[in-house]
């Protein structure tokens, strides 16, 4: 086990360094210049000059990339042109929220959809299975911007119980956590219910029910374990999207976490934000894919072998 986490933690630096190429490339020929949007557009040319040389922006594509990999390495991701800050200060100021925001959000899809995906699929063609279908389709159908503000005008607008944006406290992640928790938790539930299907028709599951097996033991020992890997693999790649993914929402609700700040540094092409941001994101993501993998041996040891 040891030997194949070291070996997946290797194959991540030429995947980090070629996102690194290819996020900098864009940037570097996408429109727009750094010097300019902080100084303005009536700013002097010499000072525009000198504050792109100062910032590097003077010298060559390949220069200017070699440099970024070579401090990026040694643990550098520079300062922000905008803020005039470290980068990695302003990282660990907004993943905290960020990784909060997706945990809740995930505890929310799993909490509800794993076990109505288990309910649905043991009723199938019930009123419990039919419901739950037409949920899940509709949550999947929902754009996460209009649920957020249903959501938003309802408990906040209306109601008064819920803050409706910004960020002061953990009360403050209700609403978002509830709106990606609802979008994700209609792929958990499709996911789940259709494994469960595929394996309680399986021959075994026929025989432990012959045997006089416990229909709860039959569900949650034998049908349960053979039908939860599928099920593993989509809440990881949710986790991991949701790191990155929670842009509209977080926009939506005014929070100041991760997905809002590479909007905002996209905009004002501040290259070392973009550029240490996707790293991060992209890092926890290859991160949780790992997780993913060694569950996969816990659960069903044959997957060792």
Known sequence: MLKYVSKRLVYLIPVLIGIVFVVFTIMYFSPGDPAKLILGDRAPEEQVEALRHELGLDLPYHQQLFNYIKGAVQGDFGDSYQLRMPVWDIIKLRFPLTLQLTTFTMLIAVLIGVPVGILSAVKQYS???????????????????????????????????????????????????????????????????????????????????????????????????????????????????????????????????????????????????????????????????????????????????
């Open 127 to 305: 009123v419990i299975d039919a419901f739950s279908v037409v949920f899940a389709l509709l949550m999947a159908s929902i754009p996460a911007f209009w649920l957020g503000m249903l959501l938003m005008l309802l408990f906040s607008l209306n109601l008064g119980w819920l803050p409706s944006s910004g960020y002061e406290g953990l009360k403050w992640l209700i609403l978002p956590s509830v709106t990606l928790g609802f979008i994700n938790c209609a792929t958990i539930m499709r996911m789940t219910r259709s494994s469960m299907l595929e394996v309680v028709r399986q021959d075994f599951i026929r025989t432990a029910r012959a045997k006089g097996a416990a229909e709860k033991r039959v569900i949650f020992k034998h049908a349960l374990k053979n039908a939860i890997i599928p099920v593993i693999t989509v809440v990881g790649n949710a986790f991991g999207a949701s790191l990155g993914g929670a842009v509209v929402t977080e926009t939506v609700f005014g929070l100041p976490g991760m997905g809002t700040q590479i909007i905002t540094a996209i905009r004002q092409k501040d290259n070392p934000v973009v550029l240490a941001s996707v790293i991060v994101i992209a890092l926890a993501f290859s991160l949780v894919n790992l997780i993913v993998d060694i569950l996969y041996t816990y659960v069903d040891p044959r997957i060792r072998d």
